[in-house]
């Protein structure tokens, strides 16, 4: 392939992408008119929604839910949730709401109209909600014979997902000033602001930053490389949940 065939396929890629950044920016901006921002919030969250629905694998599902345990304790509402359906149904379904065993979940986020210092200790709880639950893991029988050890829980992987960045100087020192108080239960793994912003954060305050019109996918592309470090979730210990019913 020449040079430049080269240059302009990262050209053309470079022009797709901006474009999906740009599709989901209007529509987060057509729902402006909504006077209550409650429900101008939800409009937004199923947007988010429907792009992760969109751009991740059959293996992941996506939605608003709620997350339990197998002792009875639930998290708060999450507004996106990222888990498996595969080997862990969800439970007490309604049409317009989800329980996700805490077992099946691999990410979590929160969706706001911007990010800054209010809305990151916000998503921040949420997340605690959720890793706080309890989750169990239970041997997993194959074909070859002796069944495989129970697997190791995986962090959950928690971020935010907002419009736009408030601070003037996007993910700068006063980002960093406030996420970096956000630790152990309440830290927040990586952001995304449609207005061009996205960041990755890592152990010892290590970050990643993207500011451009590929924020979206180079956020997508990152959380795809995250969600597959954590393999496949753990096998539930039903029988722990089954005895709850039975005391």
């Known amino acids: 392939m020449s040079h430049l065939s080269k240059l302009r396929g990262k050209e053309f890629l470079q022009r797709a992408y901006a474009g999906v950044q740009d599709a989901l920016a209007a529509q987060i901006r057509s729902s402006d008119h909504i006077i209550h921002d409650g429900d101008r919030g939800e409009v937004n969250e199923q947007y988010f929604i429907d792009v992760l629905r969109k751009y991740l694998p059959n293996r992941y599902t996506v939605d608003k839910a709620t997350v339990l345990d197998s002792e009875g304790q639930v998290s708060d509402s999450i507004d996106v949730v990222v888990y498996d359906r595969q080997y862990t149904p ?70 935010i997902l907002a419009t736009e960045v408030e601070w003037a100087d996007g993910f700068g020192e006063s980002f960093v000033s406030s996420h970096s108080k956000l630790t152990n239960f309440r830290r927040l793994d990586c952001g995304l602001a449609i207005d061009g912003h996205c960041f990755d954060a890592y152990d010892q305050g290590a970050y990643e930053f993207c500011s451009s019109e590929n924020a979206l996918i180079h956020f997508l592309f990152r959380f795809l490389n995250q969600l597959q470090s954590l393999g496949t979730v753990p096998a539930i210990d039903w029988n722990a949940y089954a005895s709850q019913l039975s005391r």
């Open 90 to 159: 969800t439970l007490l379904d309604s049409d317009l709401h989800r329980y996700v065993p805490a077992e099946a979940v691999y990410a979590v986020f929160e969706c706001k109209p911007k990010i800054n210092k209010i809305y990151l200790e916000y998503a921040a709880g949420k997340a605690e909600s959720v890793r706080r639950l309890q989750r169990t893991s239970v041997p997993i029988p194959h074909a070859g014979g002796k069944p495989f050890p129970p697997k190791a829980h995986f962090d959950i992987i928690a971020g």
